[in-house]
């Protein structure tokens, strides 16, 4: 295979949660301009539009925490005839809560959308990526997958589960072509992390923490998720990618 050819996604479908703001929708871009063709997922019809624009693929609104959502993105999926060869667990949500402010119910939802749903969507579409011997599961971890950081208790939780996860999935699959890695990214400008970019003084602190000496851009996350959605990644899975500016090196 060429360079051009290890990388190309010409003739792969992905799927992409949380495909409509940040993080997805950078790598749902990312993928279009590679060649694929892109489901993808979010509460919101209009920010998925958006990302969409004139790209080939298709929008799915969806709530992930329906307890039938694999099954009815399954089906959207099979509507659209974009059975995905690649997906990218995107969605999450951090409820930035004190360990004593925690309930049962932030709990849960935490868990349930940035761990149970990542497996439980992914497993839905195994079999078609075992019928082809080819498939690529791109987690999101993060900072917290290693490191306690304040009010993160039950994100820092399902974030250390999705490391875990990760790693999992690529000892169940991987033997069937199917490699499972993660991108833990530092801190990147999204609705997520408002909080850390509306204050100057907490994203400069975050920004001095790296080796390179600034936060994130979403731009920086174009090649780790090609790669590891790629050819090129036919030998590398169960892994933790860090694009964090050299955050977790320090
Ligand atoms: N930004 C960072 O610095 C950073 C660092 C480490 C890890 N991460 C991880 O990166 C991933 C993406 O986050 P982001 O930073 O890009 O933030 P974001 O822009 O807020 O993305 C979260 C996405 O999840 C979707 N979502 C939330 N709840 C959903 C639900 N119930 N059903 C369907 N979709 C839902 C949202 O779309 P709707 O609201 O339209 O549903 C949104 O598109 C997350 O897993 C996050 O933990 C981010």
């Known amino acids: 295979m060429t360079p051009q050819?290890?990388?190309?996604m010409n003739g792969k479908n992905a799927l992409i949660t949380g495909g409509g703001t940040g993080i997805g929708k950078a790598i749902a871009h990312a993928f279009s301009d590679a060649g694929a063709r892109?489901?993808?997922v979010g509460r919101r019809e209009a920010m998925l539009t958006e990302t969409l624009e004139e790209r080939e693929g298709t929008a799915i609104v969806a709530d992930l925490m329906a307890d039938d959502a694999p099954q009815s993105i399954y089906a959207a999926c099979e509507a659209a005839d974009i059975i995905p060869d690649v997906i990218v667990n995107a969605a999450g949500l951090n409820p930035r809560k004190h360990a004593d402010d925690v309930t049962a119910d932030v709990w849960q939802q935490t868990i349930h959308l940035n761990l149970s749903v990542p497996f439980f969507l992914s497993q839905i579409f195994v079999p078609h990526m075992?019928?082809?011997q080819w498939g690529r599961i791109i987690n999101i971890a993060s900072l917290q997958s290693n490191r306690a950081f304040t009010n993160g208790i039950a994100y820092g939780a399902s974030k250390g589960g999705i490391s875990q996860l990760t790693?999992?999935?690529a000892e169940a699959w991987s033997k069937d072509g199917i490699m499972a890695n993660a991108i833990a990214p530092g801190f990147f400008p999204t609705e997520l992390t408002a909080a850390v970019f509306g204050d100057e003084e907490v994203s400069k602190h975050h920004a001095s923490m790296t080796c390179i000496g600034r936060?994130?851009?979403?731009s920086d996350l174009t090649g780790p998720a090609l790669f590891l959605a790629s050819d090129a990644c036919g030998f590398v899975t169960g892994q933790i990618v860090n694009v964090d500016g050299g955050y977790t090196a320090k």
């Open 167 to 169: 790693r999992a999935m």
């Open 38 to 40: 892109i489901a993808i």
């Open 215 to 218: 936060n994130g851009e979403l």
């Open 130 to 132: 075992k019928q082809k």
């Open 5 to 8: 050819q290890l990388f190309s």
